[in-house]
């Protein structure tokens, strides 16, 4: 009896043969592979088995490239299989992982690209463009003018900084972080300053020749004054021959003094006019330089 039992025993283990070896559990090794293999599973259309494959990668995956990589292709798988929530929840944490993550319209369903930048558009980080403060400049983010501290959406974008006349001083791409601040400084050395204007000078002769001019008429006004004194004393009938002579003399002597005062006056304004405009001033016309100065105007020719 006992025999018959370890022959049955041993016909039992020569069918059933060596106990199956279970499937080692997967490494962060393994997570590219799963990966990949899932990848394959969208691209014929089995999406619960990229599912599956997928879940697997997303516990073992610790590089930051390929979780987020895993989670891009989490948002597709279940946004195919109707699960829009999800789809939102995995394709925020791709953007959050690697901001520059994008799909393909070419190869992805259009609904699925444009939920996906629809994510990307509630996920703002911070850019800040340091710029030379004695320089007029503008700032473009993908072409548009913008601040020079604005929020952008997540991702890839295109900084040009233009300085005086639009030329362009600065291209660079910047990759925005969910909640990040991103500051870009920009020197411009190659920017050409706007022309200067032209410095006036202090026109200290122009003011010398407005007070010379003013204080002739005052002085033309005095001796006016002094005439017409002596102009009442004249027809006084107690004034006699002798003075009235006297006073008639005096009258023309000032007469006289009042139009050379008032002429003097005259031709100081005028020159204090011409001064003006020309004092400490440089006019140049065609490599000649007009230089007015206290001696009286000169003129230099420029090689």
Known sequence: ?????????????????????????????????????AIDEIGQARFRQALDLLERAERVADDPKTQGQVQLYLGITSAVLGDGWRARGHFRAALTLDPELSLDPGRIKADVVRLLEEVRRGLKGTLIVRLPSDRPTTVLIDGTPAPRKVSLPVGAHRLEVRGHGGRSLHTERVVIGVGAVTTVRVAAPGDPEPAPRPRRGRRVWTWVALGTAGAAAIAAVAVYGAGTVDEDELWQEKTGPARGEELKASLRHKQDAIYGLLGASGALFATAALLYYFEGRAVERRGVTLTAGPTGVSLTWRH
Not at 10 to 32: K, N, R, W, Y
């Open 1 to 37: 009896m006992t025999g018959v039992r370890l022959g049955l025993l041993l016909a039992s283990m020569l069918v059933a043969g060596p106990a199956a070896a279970e499937e080692p559990a997967p490494t962060s090794a393994d997570a590219g592979a799963l990966l990949r293999r």
